[in-house]
């Protein structure tokens, strides 16, 4: 009790953190006990989406202010953030999925923040901290038992410039290549990837496509083989071509 007393004198203003939180990607049972603490201890939740963390706080009986940040939210927003840190709030940053930051707006408000509290984060009035858990990215690659040692990932591939440099870069790639994909476009890619990979050529050891689609829900799956198999099985099954999608591809 003395201690924080002494604390208070000595840096004057109160300490806040910013809590970065990973959430489920789709099971909401996946979540640590250490996020639900945090939620539930936090002044403000700044949300992707309110309406989508609405849904897991309800089912962790949360009750939280919320206020949303995206990535079409205006500048004033990110002020209105900072100004709460400022003041000594705690607040808890989620994305709609995952870890935020990772293919998300949360990387771009971190930075802001960063660069706006540059000093307040090093003499300790702010605090940044991590509350790790699931990702897509990582999920995908712990299910599909590849070389993942190290890997790259693209995160969303651009949808015109640059996506056939790209498609050429996985094709030569030496390490496992994993990015994220949407439904609109993944028979698409898989076109694009039999047309890039050996796959469809008499090479003896084809680069490998593994698609890990709704990773955690009712209608998880995983599909793995050359590029044209793949690409064969979603044509075969247009029931199957929904959902969210990591992609895969191997050596
Ligand atoms: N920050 C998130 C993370 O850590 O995984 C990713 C956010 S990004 C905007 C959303 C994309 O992640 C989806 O379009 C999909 O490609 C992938 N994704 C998210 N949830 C998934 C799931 N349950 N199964 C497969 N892919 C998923």
């Known amino acids: 009790m003395i201690i924080g007393n002494l604390h208070h004198l000595c840096y004057g203003a109160r300490m806040s953190t910013l809590s970065i939180i990973a959430t489920p990607i789709g099971n909401l049972e996946d979540i640590t006990l250490r996020a639900l603490k945090a939620l539930a201890t936090a002044d403000i939740i700044l949300c992707e989406d309110t309406r989508v963390t609405k849904k897991l706080l309800d089912r962790h009986g949360i009750k939280k202010q919320t206020l949303s940040y995206h ?107 994993v990015f994220y994909e949407s439904p609109h476009r993944i028979v698409k890619t898989l076109e694009s990837l039999e047309e890039h990979l050996n796959g469809n050529t008499d090479d003896a050891s084809p680069q490998i496509v593994t698609i890990c ?32 999608f990591v992609v895969i591809v191997s050596g």
């Open 71 to 177: 990535a079409h939210s205006k500048l004033s927003r990110v002020w209105e953030i900072v100004d709460y840190l400022k003041k000594g709030r705690n607040l808890a940053l989620v994305s709609d999925a995952g870890t935020p930051g990772i293919s998300d707006p949360g990387s771009e408000l971190v930075k802001k923040i960063r660069q706006e509290l540059e000093n307040e984060i090093r003499t300790g009035k702010v605090k940044i901290e991590t509350i790790p858990g699931p990702s897509a990215l990582t999920s995908a690659l712990s299910v599909a038992g590849v070389p993942c040692a190290d890997f790259t990932f693209l995160g969303f591939l651009p949808h015109k410039k640059g996506r056939e440099t790209l498609f050429k870069e996985i094709s030569q790639s030496v390490r496992t290549v």
């Open 213 to 244: 689609r709704e990773l955690t829900k009712i209608f998880e799956e995983v599909v793995q083989g050359t590029a044209k198999e793949v690409k064969n099985y979603f044509e075969e099954h247009p029931d199957k071509v929904r959902g969210e």
